[in-house]
């Protein structure tokens, strides 16, 4: 695996999970109470044995660099590194990335420099977990020029897919970018053939690209070189290669989320807390999920009922109802609240006085979450200040909404609060 280099892209500006993009790049996200989207992708390569590892990366991208260069610090003995690329003009070309193919073009420099013989590109806002080695075997067992990771889906997920068609050799025959209508019917498939049973078939009788693409070294470097126009993997690059190329499909019949917009990112979260056997597991000793290490205190509870709920480390949280919701570090929930069906990230740090319950007699209100609150199917976004009293429930039944002078959105009946916002005592939103 040594000669295998990862590329993580980093996304555009994330405008489907506006408003926590609002101030950092979407790999950055907060998710599980502790961990970033951008630990996902990493921790799979780590845990594969891939130790070269690029993020690409345009917008917002000061947290996430943070967050990089304070978790993932190799030892001088291994021959490893998680380094963030950023967009960047220079004198030959003056323009930010174009899309993911140019992406990875503009720092072909770079990479063309590296000791591999394979380079894997990795999209770093996907929940899934995966062991790449299989993957690259699968890839220089077919002498492919490029395979590419691809899952059954059923018709109301294709859509939002690149689709393709194989042969019985797995070999890749058509591909086609989120096909609508008549073209999405032309993409249906046999799925029987990638091994699946004859119900699940039935049910999903699509094949879709995950994102992820295996690359032989010179094939990646012609194909960006001779196609500078190009822009893109899924729209342009891997459909003109099919022709001349042998690209091949990689089944992984598993869990894999992307949790690209608000709705998605919600319910994956909420997902997590789930019992017995979600679907995604943080509980896996043999592939663990990285992240930076803070070394907070532990949550100290006091008189608190919690059902099928994660509770991060650092919180204090006080004669309180939490149910179905997933409580990011350093969160402070006072007494009387009822928090349920929320993702609430917590906090960067703690304010002094920090165990004492909130004045509600006071208009400087602390961060978290004030005595008597009641919030429900909710994200509440980090070092937010919610008062007393207050109703987050979207009494009103409200799609979407865009109320930033007010310190939240509304997003598919998600109400959420902004970063840093403040929301006054006994408002009901």
Same mark, same amino acid.
């Given at each position: 695996?040594?000669? #295998?280099?990862?590329?993580?892209?980093?996304?555009?500006?994330?405008?489907?999970?506006?408003?926590?993009?609002?101030?950092?790049?979407?790999?950055?996200?907060?998710?599980?109470?502790?961990?970033?989207?951008?630990?996902?992708?990493?921790?799979?390569?780590?845990?594969?044995?891939?130790?070269?590892?690029?993020?690409? &990366?345009?917008?917002?991208?000061?947290?996430?660099? *943070?967050?990089?260069?304070?978790?993932?610090?190799?030892?001088?003995?291994?021959?490893?590194?998680?380094?963030?690329?950023?967009?960047?003009? &220079?004198?030959?070309?003056?323009?930010?990335? *174009?899309?993911?193919? =140019?992406?990875?073009?503009?720092?072909?420099? $770079?990479?063309?420099?590296?000791?591999?013989?394979?380079?894997?590109?990795?999209?770093?806002?996907?929940?899934?977990?995966?062991?790449?080695?299989?993957?690259?075997?699968?890839?220089?067992?077919?002498?492919?020029?490029?395979?590419?990771?691809?899952?059954?889906?059923?018709?109301?997920?294709?859509?939002?897919?690149? $689709?393709?068609?194989?042969?019985?050799?797995?070999?890749?025959?058509?591909?086609?970018?989120?096909?609508?209508?008549?073209?999405?019917?032309?993409?249906?498939?046999? &799925?029987?053939?990638?091994?699946?049973?004859?119900?699940?078939?039935?049910?999903?009788?699509?094949?879709?690209?995950?994102?992820?693409?295996?690359?032989?070294?010179?094939?990646?470097?012609? $194909?960006?070189? *001779?196609?500078?126009?190009?822009?893109?993997?899924?729209?342009?690059?891997?459909?003109?290669?099919?022709?001349?190329?042998?690209?091949?499909?990689?089944?992984?019949?598993?869990?894999?989320?992307?949790?690209?917009?608000?709705?998605?990112?919600?319910?994956?979260?909420?997902?997590?807390?789930?019992?017995?056997?979600?679907?995604?597991?943080?509980?896996?000793?043999?592939?663990?999920?990285?992240?930076?290490?803070?070394?907070?205190?532990?949550?100290?509870?006091?008189?608190?009922?919690?059902?099928?709920?994660?509770?991060?480390?650092?919180?204090?949280?006080?004669?309180?109802?939490?149910?179905?919701?997933?409580?990011?570090?350093?969160?402070?929930?006072?007494?009387?609240?009822?928090?349920?069906?929320?993702? $609430?990230?917590?906090?960067?740090?703690?304010?002094? =006085?920090?165990?004492?319950?909130?004045?509600?007699?006071?208009?400087?209100?602390?961060?978290?979450?004030?005595?008597?609150?009641?919030?429900?199917?909710?994200?509440?976004?980090?070092?937010?200040?919610?008062?007393?009293?207050?109703?987050?429930?979207?009494?009103?039944? #409200?799609?979407?909404?865009?109320?930033?002078? *007010?310190?939240?959105?509304?997003?598919?009946?998600?109400? &959420?609060?902004?970063?840093?916002?403040?929301?006054?005592?006994?408002? #009901?939103?």
């Amino acid at each position: 695996m040594n000669n #295998v280099l990862s590329i993580i892209l980093g996304g555009g500006a994330g405008t489907r999970l506006y408003p926590l993009t609002k101030t950092r790049a979407k790999p950055a996200v907060p998710l599980a109470g502790k961990h970033r989207l951008i630990d996902i992708p990493i921790s799979n390569c780590i845990n594969s044995n891939l130790l070269k590892i690029y993020v690409l &990366t345009q917008f917002n991208s000061a947290s996430l660099n *943070q967050h990089i260069s304070r978790s993932y610090n190799f030892s001088g003995f291994q021959q490893g590194f998680v380094e963030i690329l950023a967009a960047q003009q &220079t004198p030959e070309n003056m323009n930010w990335f *174009q899309g993911t193919a =140019d992406a990875v073009r503009q720092y072909l420099w $770079l990479f063309d420099r590296a000791e591999a013989d394979e380079y894997l590109i990795l999209s770093g806002d996907h929940l899934y977990r995966m062991d790449y080695r299989d993957f690259i075997q699968h890839h220089r067992k077919t002498n492919a020029d490029i395979t590419l990771s691809v899952l059954p889906v059923d018709e109301k997920q294709a859509s939002s897919f690149g $689709l393709m068609k194989i042969d019985n050799t797995g070999r890749i025959i058509d591909f086609q970018e989120k096909p609508k209508g008549d073209d999405l019917k032309r993409m249906e498939v046999d &799925t029987k053939t990638l091994g699946l049973s004859a119900q699940e078939a039935k049910m999903k009788p699509y094949i879709a690209s995950m994102g992820i693409y295996l690359f032989k070294r010179e094939v990646l470097i012609d $194909l960006l070189k *001779q196609q500078p126009d190009c822009t893109d993997f899924g729209k342009e690059i891997i459909p003109n290669a099919i022709k001349d190329l042998n690209i091949q499909a990689y089944l992984f019949n598993d869990y894999w989320e992307d949790i690209g917009t608000i709705e998605a990112f919600f319910n994956a979260n909420l997902a997590l807390a789930k019992q017995p056997n979600p679907s995604f597991s943080f509980y896996d000793k043999a592939a663990p999920i990285y992240t930076r290490a803070r070394y907070l205190p532990p949550t100290k509870q006091l008189k608190c009922e919690v059902i099928q709920s994660m509770i991060s480390e650092g919180c204090v949280l006080k004669d309180c109802y939490i149910e179905n919701s997933v409580i990011g570090i350093r969160s402070r929930i006072d007494s009387g609240c009822t928090i349920k069906n929320v993702l $609430l990230m917590g906090a960067d740090y703690y304010q002094s =006085d920090f165990e004492n319950e909130g004045d509600c007699s006071l208009e400087n209100i602390p961060i978290g979450i004030g005595s008597n609150t009641t919030i429900d199917h909710a994200i509440i976004d980090k070092n937010a200040r919610i008062g007393c009293n207050v109703k987050i429930i979207n009494k009103d039944n #409200v799609s979407e909404a865009e109320k930033e002078d *007010q310190g939240f959105y509304i997003r598919s009946n998600i109400i &959420t609060v902004v970063k840093d916002a403040v929301i006054p005592h006994d408002t #009901v939103i």
